[in-house]
């Protein structure tokens, strides 16, 4: 009887475990997209530069390019474009910073490494939230392109997460 008794218990512990939710959204995209990324950092022995990308409803822009080396963030370049009295879009401000000047500007997206917007996607921007709509998209040849989240009842401006728009190799 013992051996019955262990048996069940095995078999619902194993049917329980198999039924455990994802506790991201996007859970099977989200995994391709990583699986996408990890074969072209390879291919790009891990040196690539990738562009992030935020805007506003009222006519502002900025870009940000970050670019790797051998893992390492190396370089990042900022430009913020604005539609001022209805001029058309001027740039207002760009720079670049080399290695030893990172983080130097308070503008511009973080100076991560895609590894760690992965892994920044996946421990925040895709998680169930009951208050939000998520997004994901992959469109950089299946690499990520989109993720984030935005909370119910926002008006403008109100994405948290990362647009990406190029990823290439170096």
């Not at 370089?75 to 760009?94: D, L, Q």
């Not at 670049?96 to 511009?108: A, R, T, Y």
């Amino acid at each position: 009887m013992k051996i019955v008794y262990s048996l069940l218990i095995a078999l619902v512990v194993l049917v329980l475990a198999s039924c455990k939710k994802d506790s991201i959204h996007y859970a099977d995209d989200f995994g391709d997209s990583r699986r996408a990324w990890q074969a072209f950092k390879d291919s790009a022995h891990n040196s690539y530069r990738y562009k992030v990308v935020s805007g506003s409803w009222v006519g502002i822009g900025m870009e940000t390019i970050i670019t790797v080396q051998a893992g390492k963030v190396v370089g990042r370049s900022f430009k913020y474009t604005a539609r001022i009295n209805n001029a058309p879009i001027t740039t207002v401000r760009e720079w670049v910073e080399n290695e030893s000047q990172l983080n130097s500007h308070q503008e511009g997206a973080k100076t991560i490494t895609l590894d760690q917007v992965y892994q920044e996607a996946k421990d925040n921007w895709l998680k169930k939230r009951d208050d939000a709509d998520t997004y994901f998209e992959a469109r950089n040849n299946g690499k990520i392109s989109t993720a984030g989240y935005v909370p119910h009842g926002c008006a403008d401006d109100c994405f948290t997460g990362i647009t990406i728009t190029l990823i290439e190799a170096i």
